[in-house]
Every structure is written in structure tokens, then in C-alpha cells.
């Protein structure tokens, strides 16, 4: 079956400590983005990529990284710089030769104890 | 820049009642327009899309949407609600045209059907 999958999808992060956020997707799609969602304040785009070896900042970019050295695979690493990293996190990804919208992963829940 | 308005944060409704979920959009260029649903702890699935054509469009599952140019609006209506509709449903645009697409959420409703 095509989809996006992330890993983990519970992660617990002492403070001052990386994470690394898996993405993986087998849908052939150029573009994979990830997103950060709080209660209350929807989605929030984090960084994004249109093609293997280039990437972009999206909205909230402070405090995290991606790379993207393989067209199936966007992970993203949530650094101690990240002021406030407990969230959910989606990642996505398009067919930019089509109209058709984003697919979504199943999210990773970060909590930092 | 766009900006999407879900102004009701929780609908709380009996099963079998009739819904509407609310969603207005601001765009000063022609969009295309979505509504997802999350259940819990999951992530984004589609529910339905407007991309051109008709002005109304169907979900396989019973619901509707409505994409009304003058009054930049995007509601989503069900006449008849089950229990399994229990969600958080996210309205959200995008520019039109193929390439990179940035969508812009609005910040969710949640629906609770009660029996």
C-alpha cells in the first residue's frame, strides 16, 4: 500500500537533548512538508521540500532542521534550541505535478519532561 | 496573504442532528479549498475538495461543502451525523495551479456527537 509513515509515534525528550523525527513516504511525490499542531492553533508549517537536496523554512523554522538526501525520506530533527519542542507533528507530502492536495502522515507526539 | 476563520472551536450535537462547520477564507488571488478530519491521536485525512467545477462537493461518507465565491465561504454540512463523526475537522486553502503548495489551516473545529 502507498502512504507516508513516521516513527516514532510516542517520543520523550529529556531537555537539552536532539530528536530526530522519521518520514517516509512511498508515493513517488516530489514535495514533503512537516507541520507543527498545538491545541487550538491548527497547523503550523515547520519546513518543506520540492526536491531531493533543497529544502526551505516555512513559518517556524527556529529551533529545528531537516535534511532531505533521499526523495522518499524528510526527517526532522528538533534541536535544544526549540524553545517550546512538546507538540504533535505531522509531516506530508504532494505530487507536484498535479492539482491533487497533500497526503498526511499519522503524526509523532514529542513531550519534553 | 491568506488566512482561514473557523470561528467555532467545539459543536456539540446528538446523533442523528443535523451539522454545519463553519469556515470563511481571506485571498486576494483564486484558491483552492479543503476540509480534513483528524480523529484522535491520527493524522490529516481528506475529506473533500474544491478545485473548480461545481460550486458543491460530496464526501463518500455523507458529508457536504459549498464554496461560496461573494461570501468567501467554505461550510461543511451534514443533514444526518453519526457517532463515528466524533473529530476535529481543519479548513484550509491553498493558491490554485500545480507545483509547491503551501496550505493554510484554520484552527480546527471539534464535533461531538452525543446519542
Known amino acids: 500500500d502507498g502512504g507516508i509513515t513516521q516513527s516514532p509515534k510516542y517520543l520523550f525528550r529529556k531537555e537539552g537533548q536532539n530528536v530526530t523525527l522519521s518520514c517516509e513516504q512511498n508515493l513517488n511525490h516530489d514535495a514533503m512538508y512537516w507541520y507543527r499542531q498545538d491545541p487550538g492553533q491548527g497547523l503550523r508549517l515547520i519546513y518543506y521540500?520540492?526536491?531531493?537536496?533543497?529544502?526551505q523554512k516555512g513559518d517556524i523554522a527556529e529551533g529545528y532542521s531537516v535534511s532531505r538526501e533521499k526523495k522518499e525520506s524528510f526527517p526532522l530533527t528538533v534541536t535544544s534550541a526549540q524553545k517550546n519542542p512538546t507538540a504533535f507533528y505531522l509531516c506530508a507530502s504532494k505530487d507536484i505535478a498535479s492539482t491533487d492536495t497533500q497526503y498526511f502522515g499519522p503524526g509523532t507526539r514529542l513531550t519534553v519532561l | 496573504a491568506q488566512s482561514v476563520t473557523q470561528l467555532d472551536s467545539q459543536v456539540p450535537v446528538f446523533e442523528e442532528a443535523p451539522v454545519e462547520l463553519r469556515c470563511n477564507y481571506s485571498?486576494?488571488?483564486?484558491?483552492?479549498l479543503f476540509w480534513y478530519v483528524q480523529y484522535p491521536n491520527q493524522g490529516l485525512q481528506l475529506l473533500l475538495k474544491y478545485l473548480s467545477g461545481s460550486t458543491l462537493v460530496e464526501s463518500i461518507n455523507g458529508f457536504e461543502a459549498e464554496f461560496n465565491k461573494s461570501q468567501t465561504s467554505f461550510h461543511l454540512r451534514k443533514p444526518s451525523v453519526h457517532i463515528s463523526d466524533t473529530a476535529e475537522y481543519f479548513c484550509?486553502?491553498?493558491?490554485?495551479?500545480?507545483?509547491?503548495?503551501?496550505?493554510?489551516f484554520g484552527t480546527g473545529t471539534r464535533l461531538l456527537v452525543s446519542p
Open positions: 485571498s486576494s488571488v483564486s484558491v483552492y
Open positions: 521540500s520540492q526536491i531531493v537536496n533543497d529544502f
Open positions: 484550509a486553502v491553498s493558491d490554485r495551479g500545480t507545483g509547491f503548495q503551501k496550505l493554510v
